[in-house]
């Protein structure tokens, strides 16, 4: 597992290499990257990665890679519960 409770080498990563945080291996969605960027959000997108893996580890739950390509203005990924409940993480 990694720090955000993602499996290392998960086997839905196909060939695409996505964005990832910086100083991070929580995966960005890339359109969450691209209007962070264009709309200088850099310091906010900065603060996802800490608050994904904190809502992460506070409630137990392993998550997905976000969809993709997502939105604009917040992190969407799958995850699961310990007892293997599906839920869905959003932060924005």
Known sequence: MTSTGRTAGDASSGSHTWPAAPDTDLEMPSNLACAARA??????????????SRIAEQWGLTLGRPFQPGGHTAWVGPATTRDGQPRVVKVG
């Open 39 to 52: 709309e200088g959000r850099q310091a906010w997108l900065a603060t996802v990665p800490a608050i994904v």
